[in-house]
């Protein structure tokens, strides 16, 4: 297989493609000069502990920032420091996670803000490269750095730590070949010297790296949802007046604007549809969608747009600069304080919420007579057939798991070693929280798809033509999803055909 080559260099890095590379899609190196950037960032930190304290080098770290380490224990502390924070808790993570940790890692590293030996950053490369990660435990952080699972990270450069490769770690579903077929061969251990422990884990890498792979996905399902939408729309005989231009020209929230053209690309419907033939007004599952839909598309381009700060971001503490007041400067400062993203991934999981719940309301209108004409529960011809009756159960509690994941983590609070860091924004949490979202929404999508394509197949009218013609995206997802998806309707278990279906919402996104 051919992996493209991505060079890094610190900037320009986005969510899509930390997904690829975690998911085994690409290959990265650093970009020509990279690595001068960092050997710089090296020389100024160097400097700047020899003529003055510094925290984390110098000094203690939280509330021993005030006690300075003996010159005896200099050669010891970084790797003391690793292990005493190596500390997470609970199961370990899947590796797509940690590999997405280590590519934002490695690039904000590039960035040059951390006074990181280059030879600690080729090592991180390496594993990069390798498609290898270590094991991180799942709790360890409140959004005020990802201490436990970038000293894990440290301790496996070390020597002293696990590394793992996919086949290691049991995956299943990870949407790529997390480096199968690749070297898979850890790096070999290198020295860490008390310069490169905190400039390490200085971060929040893995959360972010984890909000990445959140925003990647839920902003294809958000793609994907159009289609199935689309089809359910079709499927019930809907009007396209709730989609029309001028509706949303009238009161113009960009999100709806764009759900509304995408619904309306999707069946080839009109900018300015005529009168509907059919009901004056659809039920909300399909009159509201782009009032739904657009909000989460905008909270998702906005989470974007904080993810193209962060990822690009080498704002380790303390930030080493050239550019001080009379040169070189260490800043101390707060920027690992994760406000912007907590809030983000909050709204971005807030306004997802609505779009599934929606999609479980066209489910309900696919199984009601008078609405589609059709048979109770789209069931086959025998007396009193359940049909797609079990989906409306499975969305709704798929749903009710997103409510669960949706409270917003950003409420809670933590005052942590003694009392000298009072307040954390948990964008940890909600980088997780947004990760469980994705799971139980793609589930729910494919429920409805099942159920809209269900009732494609039982229709027979004119308006067939629209979901057959090739030439549309309605088309198109309705012959993919018609070619994989049992056409037995008899009632029977639907498991398989809702993880079929969830399995081609991806390419549904791509139409």
Known sequence: MNIPLIELNGRGLDSDTVALIAD??????????????????????????????????????????????????????????LRSHAGGIGDPLPGRQVRAMLAVRFNQLLAGGAGLRVEVVEALAAAVEAGVHPLV???????????SALSQLGLALAGEHPWLVAADAGERGDGGDGGAGRRSTPPLPISLETSDALALISSNALTL???????????????????VAGLSLLAVGGSLEAYA?????????????RAAAEVRRVVGGPDRPGPPTGRIQDPYAFRCFPQIHGPALEASEALERVLAIELN???ENPLISADGPDGPAAYHHGGFYSAHLALALDQLSLATLPTARLSAARLSALAEPAITGLRPFLADEVSAGSGMLILEYSANAAIAEMRNAAAPASLGHAVLSRSVEEAASFASQASRQALRMVEAYRLVLGCELVAAVRALRQRDDVKKAEWSDLSLPAGRAYALADATLDPSMEDRPLTADVAAAAGLLGALAEL
């Not at 960032?41 to 510094?54: I, Y």
């Not at 435990?137 to 201490?147: F, K, R, S």
């Not at 790296?209 to 958000?222: D, F, K, M, Y």
């Not at 949303?248 to 960009?254: F, I, M, Q, T």
């Open 209 to 227: 790296g984890q909000a990445a792979l959140a925003r990647s996905a839920v902003e294809g399902l958000l793609r994907a949802s159009h289609v």
């Open 24 to 81: 085994g899609g690409a290959r990265v190196k650093p970009a020509p000069g990279a690595l001068d950037v960092v050997a710089s960032s090296w020389r100024m930190a160097d400097e700047l502990v020899a003529t003055r304290r510094v925290y984390g080098r110098s000094t203690g770290v939280g509330a021993n920032r005030t006690l300075d380490v003996a010159p005896g224990d200099l050669g010891l502390h970084g790797l003391r420091l």
């Open 245 to 257: 231009e001028p509706v949303h020209a009238a009161r113009p929230h960009p999100g709806n604007v």
């Open 137 to 147: 435990n799942e709790y360890g952080a409140v959004g005020t750095g990802d201490l």
């Open 313 to 315: 971001a080498g704002a």
